[in-house]
């Protein structure tokens, strides 16, 4: 048996091992949950077990779908959730067109001394991340490598590949989403990359978060970019409440969101928001993402603009351009919402209204 089938295989076990434990997990919840209601009409006991019920028979059918992944899901359901997921249902190898080999759908960092010459995307992307990881402290020799790295919104993969190779003494990496159509292609890039002996893969809603395997091998890094900007307020509050419950004391967040410096109630789009485009309608200033933050107790180290205006102008623009380019006959769905979005984002960013925010925070005691 070679090596990565010998991964694989250990993979597989851990992974029933888990979904044995979160079956257990919920059993239990559901149990204290009705003795709670035990005061209540036989109707709210009824519809707390069908609640709990669905949830956990959700999680046991689709975990048997594809043994490259775990499903986690809880009883709540995110109404969100739909919208986002039909974001990303494209064909990744059009993704590609658009946003490059990497598939990176978060920004780069063009203004840079050592970039005479023409930048891509991917190399934006890369070191736009590589200076978050530089803010958050990894660029100093005395730093340890982390232990468990957790990425919530792990997109296409790049970057779970990417924190692999850099931290190669990291026994162990997660990435979880909420699309399937993603996750199937991330679960093919970690294993193209023989990454698979130390990643796992979560098919989870944010909200879940909570529900994820070995609760008691806490989170040292928890990098979450372009992913809060899909999340409703209610989401955004809870999960990070419960995901402060996973990360060790001293734990850090690497964080990249789109963030609003006027009020969200009254931006106007300078073309009219019709529809909302690639499920980003939920708008958070600066002052309330920090809040959120530190109710949850994290406490924020850096936060700041970055990349510049500028410098994301570029990249929207830059992407724009590569939709018009590679699709000359136009394009639908997400593609013609991220077209007109990189439209309004570019206006938006050049008169200061929207920023690109990099935050850095630690799991305070």
């Known amino acids: ?22 079956e257990s997990r919920t059993s239990a919840v559901k149990a204290r949950a009705l003795t709670e209601a035990s005061r209540g009409s036989p109707r709210i006991r009824d519809s707390i077990h069908r609640e709990f019920t669905r949830g956990s028979a959700a999680m046991t059918s689709s975990f048997a779908a594809d043994p490259r992944f775990m499903v986690i899901r809880g009883p709540h359901v995110d109404s969100y959730e739909e919208k986002v997921v039909a974001t990303y249902e494209g064909d990744p190898k059009a ?22 010459r023409p930048v891509s995307l991917d190399e934006a992307g890369v070191r736009f991340f590589e200076e978050q990881l530089e803010l958050a402290g990894f660029a100093n020799p005395a730093q340890s490598s982390p232990r468990r790295i957790l990425d919530l919104g792990c997109g296409w993969g790049y970057i779970l590949g990417h924190l692999a190779t850099r ?24 294993h193209a990359h023989q990454l698979t002996g130390r ?25 979450i970019r372009g992913v809060i900007t899909h999340f ?17 004391p001293g734990g850090l967040l690497i964080i990249s969101d789109t963030l609003y410096n006027t009020a969200p109630a009254t931006y106007r789009s300078a073309i009219p928001d019709e529809v909302d ?13 920090a809040k959120v933050l530190a109710d949850s107790g994290f406490a924020i180290q850096d936060m700041r603009v970055l990349p510049s205006n500028t410098d994301v102008a570029h990249w929207l623009l830059e992407v724009r351009s590569n939709l018009e380019t590679h699709f000359p006959n136009g394009v639908t ?13 570019s206006i938006a960013l050049l008169t200061d209204q929207v920023s690109a925010y990099s935050v850095i925070a630690r799991r305070m005691s």
């Not at 409703?232 to 060790?248: I, K, N």
């Not at 708008?283 to 993402?289: I, L």
């Not at 013609?336 to 979005?341: F, P, S, T």
């Open 277 to 289: 485009r690639l499920a980003v309608g939920h708008r958070k200033t600066p002052d309330y993402f």
């Open 95 to 116: 993704w590609r067109r658009v946003l490059g080999d990497h598939l990176l759908f978060e920004w780069g960092i063009y203004n840079h001394p050592d970039s005479p």
């Open 232 to 248: 409703p307020h209610a989401l955004y509050e809870q999960s990070m409440a419960a995901l402060a419950d996973r990360v060790r």
């Open 167 to 190: 931290f190669p003494d990291c026994p162990r990496l997660d990435g979880v989403n909420i699309s399937r159509r993603q996750l199937e292609y991330c679960a093919d890039y970690l």
């Open 1 to 22: 048996m070679s090596i990565d089938e010998r991964a694989s295989t250990e993979a597989a076990g851990e992974f029933s091992a888990g979904a044995a434990a979160l």
């Open 199 to 223: 990643a796992r893969l979560y098919l989870c809603n944010a909200l879940d978060v909570g529900l994820l395997p070995d609760p008691a091998t806490l989170y040292d890094l928890v990098v």
């Open 333 to 345: 769905s997400a593609f013609e919402e991220l077209r007109v979005l990189a439209t309004n984002l």
